[in-house]
């Protein structure tokens, strides 16, 4: 079993920048491929990013790209997501993901991932 909790959403303007961080607890985290998901209201979970186990591989949303920075520290068992340049599009509640892998690949579909946080929510205003 892993736990996890995310902090550090919140009211932004746009054009301005948030970090994320997902905390884990219970099982060795450096074994866990991480991702980023986000909901807005009324509309389906989506995949933001998604980290490899040892933190060399990371993959992003077309949305995100060039914006948001996920990162990782196995020595904290903590992911971070930076988000900057948020746009009101951004708005919504995010949610980290872990899943145990044996690869140090990184994981894009939801399906994919078995242990999920609570979700932060993050709101853009123009």
């Known amino acids: 079993q892993v736990q996890l909790v995310e902090s550090g959403g919140g009211l932004v303007q746009a054009g301005g920048s948030l970090r994320l961080s997902c905390a884990a607890t219970?099982?060795?985290?450096?074994?866990?491929?991480m991702g980023w998901f986000r909901q807005a209201p009324g509309k389906e979970r989506d995949f933001v990013a998604a980290?490899?186990?040892?933190?060399?591989?990371?993959y992003y949303s077309d949305s995100v790209k060039g914006r948001f920075t996920i990162s990782r520290d196995n020595a904290k068992n903590t992911v971070y997501l930076q988000m900057n340049s948020l746009k009101p599009e951004d708005t919504a509640d995010y949610y980290c993901?872990?899943?145990?892998?044996?690869?140090?690949?990184?994981?894009?579909?939801?399906?994919?991932?078995?242990?999920w946080g609570q979700g932060t929510q993050v709101t853009v205003s123009s």
């Open positions: 993901a872990a899943v145990f892998k044996y690869s140090d690949n990184y994981y894009l579909q939801a399906y994919e991932y078995n242990y």
């Open positions: 219970g099982r060795t985290f450096s074994n866990y491929a």
């Open positions: 980290i490899s186990r040892s933190g060399g591989g990371t």
